[in-house]
């Protein structure tokens, strides 16, 4: 008899936040002083991470693992699937590869897989005291409730009360949870113990009158109202509200391309928390635009995606860039798709042989196998960001021969990736999470554009309080006159500050080589100088046409 205690969060969707939530209640029984671990069954995602011992599981439960203070072990999500097409998996049992299978065959086959399951399961409950699982989906997909072993299903097995999440986010969280609890069956509803309103903005006295008809309707307390919280840790899947991110104000761009097969996009969390640089995901020619860096990310599925950026016409916009001297970065399968070719003769990485010319940007071939690379690794970049120190892991098919400088060595000396020219790729997972290359990587792009890099970051803190001021100012302005002339003034200010936002960033290297950062507030008194001379302008040419109507009217 397993001696750990569990507790479930379902979701009434996928989305519905059922991952953070778990991070939270392992962090607060870790800091109650209960060794906790977190659990799911089955996780299908893109993202994932390779264990201190070579397996792979995805993401979430390592972000979840760390928020209980323990090390990410692939027990913690003994089956994970990696869509590799519309209709079909790569499935990964107990972090090793079992193959590649259609939906039809998984299904067909998951109930095989519950002895994985309660292996690990179990061995967990033997060495820890409380087991944070976390369902997948929505556990009311009828369709899918006869062989389910990752929400209801699992927690009859393991005979785990249930916390049911509604995202009022989206809208329609009463309908989400009363339909959830509805479509269950009377021993899957007596699993739950409460339900929770997650994501709410506002003034929570508004919805209890809810709340009370939602507990009179399913007859389950409301144990809680989530606050929508703004927290930056890793995202799951292609859910992710940063892979919507279409434009970045900051002074230097990073484009990286939206795959439609992308993984392992965490890679770049800490590239969009740099004050220098604005990440952006594209998918089309036109949001591409002509930006400073083009990053290719991690793909599950490189020949289909090389094809894709064939069809779209971002290979050839791509390569102009490059041609210009725009610097690329290529990462795992973007690295891939950098070189010259690209040799899936065997048929493994796009189900059936054949041979494709790469982007020409790197002088590698790279050649397809069965065989997956998984390892830790730590190694220290080359030129031009030599002596930047690495950590991170290798997740791949496919082996790359390369006959040119590398882009970093692993502590043994062995090279890896490829440089050259400002073409940079490279099989390194996690290469920004020291921060060091980071750090290089933005001193190199602000030294091409011509940017000071130790005064940048200070002129564009500075710009966007001044840009937040005005915001607020206008915002006052607005409320305080509460006519139609200062609601358009305002109107106008508010367009001003955004299109400022957008115009000021390429200015920051003029303003930087030519002045110094203690002389920038300065600019941002004038600015508001002459927006002040504006308010008063329309404020006094109201009055005018006040008096001249009452003038008129006298006369008549």
Not at 543 to 555: H, I, K, P
Request: glycine letters at 10%; one cysteine or more.
């Amino acid at each position: 008899m397993s001696r750990a205690g569990c507790i479930m969060v379902q979701g009434t969707m996928s989305g519905a936040g059922k991952s953070l939530l778990c991070a939270a209640l392992c962090r607060i029984f870790a800091q109650d002083g209960y060794k906790t671990a977190p659990f799911k069954s089955q996780n299908m995602a893109l993202n994932s991470f390779v264990t201190r011992d070579g397996l792979e599981m995805g993401r979430a439960q390592v972000v979840q693992a760390q928020a209980a203070g323990v090390e990410p072990d692939v027990r913690m999500n003994p089956i994970l699937l990696k869509p590799s097409s519309d209709v079909g998996s790569q499935v990964i049992v107990n972090g090793e590869v079992r193959g590649d299978m259609p939906a039809k065959e998984y299904f067909r086959r998951k109930k095989s897989l519950i002895p994985d399951i309660l292996r690990a399961y179990d061995s967990l409950a033997d060495e820890f005291d409380i087991i944070v699982i976390e369902g997948a989906g929505s556990p009311a997909e009828i369709n899918l409730k006869a062989d389910d072993i990752v929400n209801m299903g699992l927690a009859k097995l393991v005979d785990a009360p249930v916390l049911l999440a509604g995202d009022i986010d989206r809208g329609g969280v009463f309908a989400q949870l009363y339909g959830t609890v509805a479509l269950l069956e009377p021993d899957e509803r007596a699993r739950i113990c409460g339900l929770i309103i997650n994501k709410f903005r506002g003034d929570v006295e508004i919805l209890r009158p809810g709340l009370a008809m939602l507990e009179e309707k399913t007859q389950l307390p409301v144990l809680g109202v989530v606050p929508y919280l703004r927290v930056d840790i890793e995202d799951e899947d292609s859910l992710a509200p940063r892979l919507q991110s279409k434009s970045a104000v900051k002074p230097l761009d990073a484009a990286v391309l939206r795959l439609p097969h992308i993984s392992n996009f965490t890679d770049f969390m800490l590239l969009e928390q740099h004050p220098l640089l604005g990440v952006r995901y594209v998918q089309s020619v036109r949001e591409l635009g002509a930006p400073d860096l083009v990053i290719l990310p991690g793909t599950k599925n490189t020949v289909n995606d090389l094809l894709w950026l064939r069809q779209s016409g971002l290979e050839a916009a791509v390569l102009k860039l490059a041609a210009g001297g725009t610097p690329v970065l290529g990462v795992c399968g973007g690295y891939q798709l950098l070189g010259e070719t690209l040799d899936d003769s065997q048929g493994t990485e796009s189900g059936h042989p054949q041979t494709l010319r790469g982007l020409g940007l790197l002088p590698t071939r790279t050649v397809f196998t069965a065989e997956k690379r998984r390892a830790q690794v730590t190694a220290t970049a080359a030129a031009p960001f030599a002596g930047a120190a690495l950590t991170g892991y290798e997740i791949h098919t496919g082996r790359t021969a390369v006959n040119g400088a590398p882009f970093c060595r692993y502590a043994d000396g062995t090279p890896e990736g490829c440089v050259q020219n400002a073409v940079f790729g490279t099989y390194l997972h996690g290469l920004f999470d020291s921060g060091e290359l980071t750090e290089q990587l933005a001193a190199y792009l602000c030294r091409r554009k011509g940017i000071a890099p130790e005064t940048a970051a200070g002129f564009a803190s500075l710009f966007f309080v001044g840009i937040t001021v005005g915001r607020a100012l206008c915002g006052f302005l607005t409320l305080k006159f509460d006519d139609t002339q200062m609601v358009r003034m305002g109107q106008v200010l508010m367009a001003c500050a955004y299109v400022g936002s957008s115009l000021m960033p390429p200015l920051f290297g003029v303003i930087a080589n030519h002045t110094t950062i203690s002389i920038f507030p300065y600019y941002l008194l004038v600015i508001l100088i002459l927006s002040m001379v504006l308010i008063v302008r329309g404020c006094k040419s109201r009055s005018a046409q006040q008096e001249q109507s009452g003038e008129t009217a006298d006369a008549q």
